[in-house]
């Protein structure tokens, strides 16, 4: 539980009976509390204090319309604001709700432990949300760096073969015209010498474009370990769902880096419901509320938001927010359908209606959150029912295909397989790696679902005997 004595909450308020109970109700469990009974009073006290929650009493026609409401989200975005009020309708608070100018409201009378167990929910959230956007920004100015790095690596590789091109040419040149210089021996020698440098640069230069390389898949690696963290289930959810993706853009025989950008955007595909209450998360669809399922049904445009801020991953951001989007138009956030009225009417990308496909059939089986869990053959007769509204027909049936091969059922015992992390004297010969296994220093050392032999061991061992030992070893269990 985070330190509530850093924390402030201001409470902007028309009754100071309320503001009293407020503060009373606050301060005994170790907030900092203002109080405020004017509302252009309550926008100094949140310019020179920057307090962490805003609760605040609404009693004008228009919640959404509130210049108080949008005044506060335009000095302190990251504060959490806490509609208190006796309005009932709905209408007008899921407006305030979808605008952003509030994040929670509870209704008068309110009972003071829900109010803290909200107030304590809501700055958890706002910790991890701020976390997660300066780790953004430092993934973005990282890549940033690579991306222009790499740019630099390919021009300078590029020149420098065009040099050794020269070379040799100046080369064969010398052999068959000895009157290009007086000591053809030493020309020979000279140039042999100048192009042994050349190609050390070379070899420098392939070795920095692969380091760079590697740095970028670090990157992609930290984001999936950063919904790992926060999320384990939403985890293997997504890491099943590429694994899905990929199989079927194989099959589909796209080109090897559109399946490889498809994998990585379908492993991400989700991210944007940690930015969503984990409250919500956990209700089934169909319980939500109106509001609640206004809030879920924004976790698409989070996740295009987050990931567009990461240069070398922004190609993934559309494909990220249509994976909701349905076949006939009847989906989220756009409403854009697989066979748009025009040309120039926007089309859900096919990395999108891949992940649908393969998110939807993975929650059938596993998320309970999304209805009575179904088997296999269920689950491929639900998408047989979806074809043509929910899904592209053909990628359906391609997927069925793929699905029901009998290498995609054994692949798909690995998959469900369990797991654990394992170290690196525990490692024994015969395991199976579930996972790629790497260095500190991202150096590959074994591919996933090989079988750890003894010469893997020796050189795991000799790799932390440099320093550089295997990090995260994941074998399957059993």
């Not at 009373?24 to 009974?37: A, H, K, M, P, W």
């Not at 950063?226 to 080109?255: F, M, Q």
Request: proline residues 3%; glycine residues 4%; hydrophobic residues 35%.
């Amino acid at each position: 539980m985070m330190n509530q004595m850093k924390q402030s909450i201001l409470c902007v308020d028309s009754d100071e009976e309320i503001l009293v109970d407020l503060k009373q109700n606050l301060e005994i469990v170790g907030y900092r509390v203002f109080t405020s009974n004017d509302e252009e009073q309550g926008l100094e006290i949140i310019k020179n204090e920057r307090p962490n929650v805003i609760i605040s009493d609404q009693r004008i026609p228009s919640i959404s319309e509130s210049i108080f409401l949008q005044e506060t989200r335009n000095i302190l975005p990251d504060a959490m604001r806490i509609l208190l009020t006796t309005q009932t309708d709905l209408d007008e608070i899921i407006d305030a709700i979808n605008l952003g100018s509030i994040h929670k409201f509870i209704l008068k009378p309110w009972q003071p432990d829900i109010l803290l167990e909200m107030i304590q929910e809501g700055l958890q959230q706002q910790k991890l949300g701020i976390e997660n956007r300066k780790l953004t920004l430092r993934l973005a100015r990282q890549y940033k760096y690579l991306k222009e790095t790499n740019a630099s690596l390919q021009d300078e590789l590029k020149q420098t073969q065009n040099e050794l091109n020269k070379l040799i040419e100046e080369m064969d040149k010398a052999n068959e015209q000895d009157e290009i210089f007086d000591d053809e021996e030493a020309t020979e020698t000279q140039l042999l010498e100048k192009a042994k440098l050349r190609v050390k640069q070379l070899y420098d230069e392939v070795q920095n474009l692969r380091q760079a390389t590697d740095e970028y898949k670090a990157i992609f690696e930290t984001l999936n370990s950063i919904i790992e963290t926060s999320n384990p289930e939403l985890h293997k959810h997504s890491n099943r769902v590429g694994a899905y993706c990929t199989w079927l853009a194989e099959a589909l025989e796209l080109d090897s880096q559109d399946v490889a950008d498809i994998a990585q955007a379908a492993i991400l595909h989700d991210i944007g419901k940690l930015e969503i209450d984990q409250e919500i998360l956990e209700k089934p669809i169909e319980e939500l509320s109106a509001a609640e399922s206004i809030i879920y049904r924004q976790h698409p445009f989070l996740g295009r938001k987050l990931i567009r801020r990461i240069t070398g991953l922004r190609e993934f951001g559309d494909i990220i927010q249509g994976h909701h989007e349905h076949y006939d138009g009847t989906g989220y956030p756009d409403g854009i359908s697989g066979q748009p009225a025009s040309a120039s009417a926007p089309e859900i990308p096919i990395g999108s209606r891949l992940i649908a496909i393969a998110s939807d059939y993975d929650n059938m089986l596993y998320s309970e959150v999304h209805g009575e869990n179904l088997s296999h053959e269920d689950a491929l007769k639900a998408l047989k029912e979806g074809k043509s509204t929910l899904y592209d027909p053909e990628l359906v049936d391609k997927f069925i295909e793929v699905m029901e091969d009998e290498e995609t059922k054994e692949k798909l015992e690995q998959l469900n397989r369990p797991t654990r992390i394992a170290r690196i004297e525990e490692v024994k010969s015969g395991m199976i790696a579930a996972r790629d296994i790497t260095t500190i220093r991202n150096g590959f050392l074994l591919k996933a679902d090989t079988d750890i032999e003894r010469k893997h061991l020796q050189s795991f061992k000799e790799y932390e005997k440099k320093g550089d030992p295997p990090v995260d070893i994941c074998i399957y269990i059993g």
